[in-house]
């Protein structure tokens, strides 16, 4: 366990009323950071994250991220909040299936195609923008982007899914190239199936049970091991990292 103290340190969670991002605002503020938690519609689980958050000044925000105005008022809302943003973790996404085999009508593909890359590449680029403008006039920041192993190996039947999280890892790498001369890093993870409600319904029966098997551990990660390395990341001594892309998927794909 990642013993960094981040009492100093503020943070912005996207998709954190649940899930990954659920777990990463609460080891973050358990190591004493002060967290924005973000929410889209569960406004309800929000809140009760909040209140069970050890530590004081924490916040709760909501905001539309397929939106990219709303994701860079987000930022600075989370920062009026909260005084500074020291990290930003791009976590919130979505995952709905939009098959090319003719069952969908083009025009209901295209929007969920358009929908699922603005969530998942757009608002989080739009949210980066922002948050580097503050962490500039600040001296520095980290951004921790959560991509997926379906970039590397594509995603059969969302091929948006796919292809934001691709363009998510190289937005990555490219602002690590870009922003690294302000003392801000920039990170990526690149998780397989993670045990969450997303992925439930694709985690059942023998389907789950060929999920599992493509790991030789027999799993898929935990919420709490994502939300592990997130802290990681976020820490000095994960600096030099920067520009890389963390895979964490139990050895179900190299590459």
């Known amino acids: 366990m990642i013993t960094v103290d981040f009492s100093n340190r503020t943070a912005l969670v996207t998709g954190s009323s649940r899930g990954v991002g659920r777990a990463t ?5 358990q190591a004493g950071a002060r967290v924005c938690i973000h929410y889209h519609s569960s406004a309800a689980e929000a809140k009760l994250l909040q209140a069970s958050l050890p530590g004081a000044g924490h916040a709760v925000l909501q905001a539309d991220l397929s939106d990219p105005q709303a994701a860079r008022r987000l930022v600075d ?3 009026a909040k ?10 919130a996404g979505i995952f709905q299936p939009h098959p090319v085999d003719g069952s969908m009508p083009f025009d209901t593909w295209l929007a969920t195609f ?17 948050v580097i403008q503050h962490m500039r006039r600040r001296g520095g920041g980290t951004i921790i982007n ?3 192993r379906g970039a590397y190996r594509g995603e059969a039947g969302q091929v948006g899914y796919g292809a934001a999280k691709a363009g998510l890892h190289s937005l990555s790498q490219s602002l690590a190239r870009e922003v690294g001369s302000d003392n801000i890093t920039v990170h990526a993870i690149a998780p397989g199936f993670i045990e969450t409600a997303m992925a439930r319904p694709h985690l059942q029966g023998e389907a789950g049970e060929a999920v599992r098997a493509q790991s030789p551990l027999n799993r898929v990660a935990t919420v709490e091991e994502v939300a592990r390395a997130v802290l990681y990341l976020a820490s000095p001594e994960a600096r030099f990292t920067t520009g ?12």
């Open 25 to 29: 605002a609460t080891l973050l503020a």
């Open 77 to 79: 809302s989370a920062v």
């Open 82 to 91: 909260l005084g500074r943003v020291d990290i930003l973790i791009n976590n």
């Open 114 to 130: 358009q929908q699922t890359l603005n969530t998942n590449l757009v608002g989080p680029a739009a949210a980066a923008f922002q």
């Open 146 to 148: 959560i991509g997926s």
């Open 244 to 255: 890389s892309v963390l895979d964490l998927n139990g050895a179900s794909y190299l590459h």
